[in-house]
């Protein structure tokens, strides 16, 4: 029997970049959004939702956790953090983690030393 154990939780879940076909986002017309470029209001408007490959994985693992994962809001990167990591949205995301932002950063991360001593990794 699948028992609950954590009782329900709500995330929330940074996607770093768009990356067509594993991040994107898809506006009402149903234009698909591949890439993110700087100062994309598309990128910063949490209204038109993130879709992709990682999405739909994790929208899976929210129906198969047996209600231990309510939900996961899938948010931006912080300004801040793209600001203190221009050269990086990736690095950007996870210093959002790092500073209790967010619960996770989700995407094709490179693990590097710099980003563990930010925080800790599941693959």
Known sequence: NNVSVIGGIDLTAIIPDFRYPTMNKQLPDG?????????????????????????DYIKKLIQISNGDIQNVTFTHTSNGSLKRYPASSFTAAVRDVENGLSDMAVGPFWITRQRLTMTTFTV
């Not at 100062?39 to 990682?54: A, C, L, M």
Request: proline content about 4%.
């Open 31 to 55: 234009t698909v959004w591949e890439r993110a470029e700087n100062n994309n209001t598309y990128y910063f408007d949490d209204n038109i939702p993130f879709g992709g490959i990682y999405i």
